[in-house]
């Protein structure tokens, strides 16, 4: 089926049913889901050599994986792609992947971007005062980024979970349980992340008179191995820690593998929370005791970039000039998200133990 029999079958112009594909407004809904139930039902699929000469969008979204030797693997990364992946492919579109080191990043995303080949990309694992973000702002292409970046003002659209206020309300919770001896399992030191998460420890202790010693403070990549030596040296410390907060699921992994060698009881002898509840392969449920965690959906995550991302692509090109102190778009006001992460309470925290 081409576009020319298409057109025959549903006695529309060529025109038409391209713009009901590519989502342009001036098409009306009923005209739109006719075309698009007809599509489905042809096997119909657009040339996309065609779609973007006569649209001038190629119908990809960009991405950078940054990748070296020795690098791990990401469980979060893919899970998150997952997400991204779902609403790209119900809206038809394709992804163009460029792997790159990543201290080679930025110019990755120019290549990509001069290359033709993407419509707007996301940019993700953000780091303090990120390079990235002024390199976006000046590509004229629509952007996104997943997380923030610290010390950088935020004028540029993101989607963030809320990570110091997840970390603070979990660290509190552990307080009203009696606990004053605390440790981090982190991220590395330089990821956004990381950084607003240790905040979010460090103010509810402060609120409290206490604070994080920089000893039992780890930070390192996210891996279960990682979780389980961090454990482990913080158990043979001298100060031994009644309550961990874990940057992850996976560090909670290999934390409690340590915590059940040292033949510690979790939630009696030691109390942990951990972060990421909706890993489909390490749910925090299934573990011997169940995690209490801080939940955001990565996948969410990745649907909601997904679809602000292509909504921005299919958006009219505004061509009237701004006017000082005026929005460029309607929707500007709402660029910025910062979702609040739930708190899931189960078996792996309770009262603080007796001295």
């Not at 940057?247 to 972060?275: E, K, P």
């Not at 009219?316 to 500007?332: I, K, M, N, Y």
Request: charged share 25%.
């Amino acid at each position: 089926m081409n576009l020319k029999q298409l057109s025959d079958m549903l006695g529309l112009s060529q025109t038409t049913i391209s713009r009901a594909l590519n989502g342009y407004p001036e098409v009306n809904e009923s005209t739109r889901r006719k075309v698009i139930e007809a599509a489905k039902r042809t096997g119909y699929r657009p040339n996309r050599a065609a779609q973007r000469l006569a649209t001038g969008r190629s119908g990809s979204i960009g991405l950078v994986m940054p990748t070296a030797p020795g690098q791990y693997s990401d469980v979060h990364f893919g899970e998150f792609q997952i997400g991204l992946a779902e609403e790209a492919l119900r809206h038809d579109f394709h992804f163009v992947i460029t792997p790159s080191h990543p201290r080679d990043e930025p110019q990755a995303i120019r290549w990509m971007v001069s290359s033709g080949n993407v419509d707007g990309f996301y940019i993700a694992y953000m780091r303090e005062r990120d390079e990235r973000i002024a390199m976006a702002l000046e590509l004229g292409v629509p952007f996104i980024v997943h997380g923030r970046s610290v010390g950088i003002e935020a004028d540029y659209p993101f989607l963030d979970v809320d990570n110091e206020g997840a970390f603070h309300d979990a660290t509190r919770y552990l307080l009203e349980l009696g606990h004053r001896r605390f440790a981090l399992l982190n991220g590395l030191e330089d990821f956004d992340f990381a950084i607003r998460r240790r905040r979010g420890v460090e103010r509810a202790l402060g609120e409290a008179g206490l604070s994080l010693s920089p000893d039992d403070n780890r930070q390192s990549v996210m891996t279960d191995e990682q979780g389980f030596r961090g454990m482990a040296e913080l158990l043979q410390g001298e100060r031994r820690p009644t309550a961990v907060l874990c940057a992850s699921t996976v560090l909670a992994l290999g934390a409690v593998r340590a915590i059940n060698q040292a033949g510690l009881v979790l939630g009696r002898d030691i109390s942990l929370i951990a972060h990421d509840d909706v890993l489909p392969m390490l749910r925090p449920e299934n573990f011997s005791v169940p995690l209490t965690t801080t939940r955001s959906s990565l996948r969410a995550a990745g649907i909601r970039i997904a679809e602000r991302l292509i909504s921005e692509i299919k958006a009219p090109r505004r061509t009237d000039p701004v006017l000082p102190g005026q929005a460029s778009d309607p929707a500007d006001a709402a660029v910025h998200e910062l979702w609040k992460a739930d708190f899931v309470i189960r078996s792996s925290t309770g009262p603080a133990p007796a001295e």
